[in-house]
Structure formats: structure tokens, C-alpha cells
């Protein structure tokens, strides 16, 4: 008993990083069309900002609650500078979020002086479930993604911004002859999923030693989510995140560790050749 609940543990750990993390991404690429491949520097910097506060004495707490906030800002100030000038041609606004992404990186990169930086955990220790010693911050991680997820299917789901996002995602011309300003919708949608990509950096650095590539471990795992999932959808990157962490950390517990990411890879290529459109084709944002 003690192995399996250990086992399902980890694995659900690692799910919520997962759907944290793909859960701004999938936003961002059901609304406006684009897949922003900054994303997972803006996890980068989600976590340096918890990493600033401690250094300057304050609370790691604080760093997690400022995170969001300053991902949102930045978001915003790229969406109306940068992206906005490409909607129009995907490709090129996708090449434009990997330039900005590098930048990033390499600045925090030299920031950091290429070393790695541990952040200690705001709430340490363990507790005991059937016999198993549980990492009572992985268990914060759990619940806060639950009630993440909850959160933002409820504000799309059941207030009028959220209609007016599901609108536009829908048939943007009809929700601009409807008085509905897109360009602001789209702003803000980018700056939602630079908000949550900055939460899901802020709750794993202490996992993961903060470095300038703690974003891109995660990157390509998250866009093989959406895929999987299916783009236009709410549900779909959810479930995408739930199947590739769940394979993630489950396959090392059944083959030897470095057969177990390319096995991913292989499983998730096939789904989504057997299964382009993703899981989930129905239900819109």
C-alpha cells in the first residue's frame, strides 16, 4: 500500500505543475491563435520574483502573492507593444514570443551568474498518509491548482467578461459588431496566462532548484499538452496536462528512467496522430 500511495502522490504533483503550467498556455492559444513560446520564461520569472524577495529579506509568501501581479504587468506592456502588431500572421508573432523568451532568459541567465539558487519551502516538512511521508508544500501545490482550475472555469464560464472571451473566441467579427472591443479582451487573456504562468514558477521553484532554464523544462511537455487536449477548449489542456504529467511521472516507476521521457514523446505523437483535433472538440472557452 505504502508504494502505490507514494506513487500516486508523485504523480499527482506533478499534475497540478502541470496543468498550472498549461493552463496560461492553453488560454493564450485558444483565444488568440498563438502559441506563445515565452511561456516558459514567464514561469522563469514567476519564479525569480519569490527568489528577489528573499534576497531582499521578505517573505517568500509575499514573492508568491507578487508573482502573478508582475507577470500580468509584463504580459500586458509585450501584448500591447509586440504581440498585437501580429495577430494577423501567427507564425511570425510565435517567432516574435521565442526572440522575447530568449532575451528573457539570457538576462535572468546573467542575473543569476549561471548558478543555481535554492529557494526554501514556505511551508516544510511532511505528513503521514497511509504509512507515507507527504510534502505538505507538493500538497499546497495540489490544492492551489484545484482551486485554480475551479476559479478561472467559473470567471469563463459564469461572468460577462468571460462571456464576452468565449464570444470573441468564437466569432470575433460578431463580437465586434456587438460593441465588444477584442483588442482588449485579447490583451487582457494575455496577460491572464502570463499571470498564471508567473503562479505556477512562483509554487514550484521551491521543487526545483530556480535556474535560467527551470521555464524550458516544461515548455515542450506543455505544448504537447494542448495538443493533446485540443486548442479552442477549456477542458482539453486540463486533461492534456493530466495525461502527459501523469505519463511523466508514472512511466520512471514502470521503465528504467531514461527510456521514460522519449516513451512520452512516442505515446503522446501517436494519440494526436490517431486524434488531431485533441480530446475535447465541443466545449468552448
Known sequence: MSIEVKLAFDVLAFISVMVLIVLGLGVIASMMGIFNFA??????????????FESFGLSAWAGILAAPVVLALIGLVLERLVIRRFYAAPIIAMLGTYAIGLVIREIVRGLLGGHYKSISEPIAG?????????????????????CIVAGTWLFLARTSVGLQVRGSLENPNLARACGISTTRLYAFTFAFGAALAGLAGALIVPLYQLSADIG??????????????????????VLGAAAVGGMAAGLPWIVIPVLADPLVFVIALIIVKLRPQGFITQGRL
Open 39 to 52: 511561456h516558459g520564461e514567464f514561469v522563469l520569472l514567476g519564479a525569480y520574483t519569490v527568489y528577489l
Open 126 to 146: 511532511v505528513f503521514t498518509v497511509f504509512g507515507v511521508d507527504v510534502s505538505a508544500w507538493r500538497t499546497v501545490i495540489v490544492l492551489t491548482t484545484v
Open 216 to 237: 524550458t523544462r516544461f515548455l515542450v511537455q506543455a505544448f504537447l499538452s494542448v495538443m493533446l487536449g485540443g486548442v479552442g477548449t477549456f477542458e482539453g489542456p
